[in-house]
Structures are given as C-alpha cells and as structure tokens.
C-alpha cells in the first residue's frame, strides 16, 4: 500500500510566486514525516524534519492530522529552488521499523 | 569517512553480466539501505542492513539482487545476469540506528551509482 503520495509529477511556477508541494500519507499511528530535496547532479539530501517544526531555506511544511497531509510551502520561490522534491514518512513500529517510505517525488521548475 | 560513498559512480554493462555496486556508510552508523531511483519511479526500497540483526530484504524485485554487509561497515549490492530494466540510480543511504536518530537526522544519501545495461 502506498504510504506517501505526492499527487503532482510536475510543478511550475514564476519567481516570486507562492508554491505548496502536497503530499498526504497513509499511517495509523503519529506520523514521523520528513522532505527531501535533490538539486541537479547533486545527492538526496534532508531539506526539513516535522519532528524539529523548522524552517529552511524559506520552506515549511505543517503537519495536518484530519487530512492526513504535509505539504511544503514557501510564499516566494526563488530560481534555486528548482529541484525534485521528496515527501518520505518514517516507520516507527513493526517489521519495517526505521525505513522511510518515499513518495514519487514532485519536480519543481522556478521560471525567472 | 564525511559522508556515504558509492562506487562506482557510473557503470556501464552488457545484458547478461553480473556487476557490484559498493557503499561505505558514515562511521559509526549501524543502519544502512539501499534504494532504487528510476525515472518516474521515484524512490523504490531494496534492503535494510540494521546492526546484526538479519537484513531486510523485501525490497529485492528479484533473486538475481542480493547484498551483503561486512563488518557492519562497507555494503556490497550484486546484480546477477543483468537485465535492461536494471537500469537506474542504485542510491546507499545510512543512520545512526534504525529509527531513533532517523526520527532526528533522516538517512544521509551517498551520491549513488548510475547503472546502464545495454
């Protein structure tokens, strides 16, 4: 069963622009959930934790319990932003304790 | 060592040969995993190496994948009798433990492997 969904393959906006990448999971207990970023030619790297409630490089992400939803927002896109971005939620219980399940990601294009 | 290494970092192959993929995880961490990224695919989990305890391997689409981990340190990943629909980015990533620090740090990804079967 897909545990994280990020609906959009494919996100574009204007710089300047407000954008909100979604994803929604599928999890019966609390949620440990985490975005990640990769630029091009560059490693999968930790972009923000639910855990540490921060703000990075403008980015936030809230975690909605009733909609089952932590979508990454930032109210001004910038060109280095364009990336592809994965929602990934963490296992904390079971046979599959400590894996992350990752979303199909979402490629953002910040257009000048 | 800084951070997760994989090598190699590109490597090309004939359909039919076997090939060894190879990550050495950050110092110190127990947890290591390996993930597939194919175009469109996204993030596809193979195995999960946790301290001594048996690997998870239900990722594994197949029983020409195995890996192995030695000295709870350096990981191996093999792909026998390669096929075209191998190809992809085989991404390591290691933590501190299995869940506990993830919670707090995440995994952190080595740069990966770019496999191409032709």
């Known amino acids: 069963a897909q545990r994280v969904t990020q609906p959009e393959k494919l996100l574009s906006v204007f710089k300047g622009a407000p954008v909100e990448l979604k994803c929604n999971y599928s999890?019966?207990?609390?949620?440990?959930l985490f975005w990640y970023v990769q630029y091009s030619r560059q490693r999968l790297q930790l972009l923000l934790r639910?855990?540490s409630r921060e703000s990075i490089k403008g980015f936030t992400a809230d975690l909605n319990k009733g909609e089952t939803s932590f979508h990454l927002k930032k109210p001004f896109a910038q060109e280095e932003d364009s990336a592809m971005y994965y929602c990934?939620?963490?296992?904390?219980?079971?046979?599959?304790?400590?894996?992350?399940?990752f979303g199909r990601g979402t490629q953002l294009t910040v257009w000048p | 060592g800084a951070g997760v290494s994989q090598s190699p970092s590109n490597k090309v192959t004939e359909k039919g040969k076997d090939v060894e993929l190879r990550c050495d995880p950050i110092?110190?961490?127990?947890?290591l995993y390996w993930y597939r990224q194919s175009l469109g695919q996204g993030l596809e989990f193979l195995i999960y190496?946790?301290?001594?305890?048996?690997?998870?391997k239900s990722g594994l689409p197949s029983d020409r994948f195995s890996a192995e981990r030695t000295g709870g340190s350096v990981s191996t990943l093999t792909i026998q009798r390669t096929q075209q629909e191998d190809s992809a980015v085989y991404l390591c990533?290691?933590?501190?433990?299995?869940?506990?620090?993830?919670?707090?740090?995440?995994?952190?990804f080595g740069s990966g492997t770019r496999l191409t079967v032709v």
């Open positions: 190496f946790q301290g001594n305890s048996a690997p998870d």
């Open positions: 990934a939620l963490l296992e904390m219980a079971g046979s599959t304790l400590g894996r992350l399940y």
């Open positions: 999890y019966s207990g609390s949620p440990e």
């Open positions: 639910h855990i």
């Open positions: 990533a290691s933590s501190l433990s299995g869940h506990t620090d993830t919670r707090y740090y995440g995994y952190t």
């Open positions: 110092s110190g961490h127990t947890a």
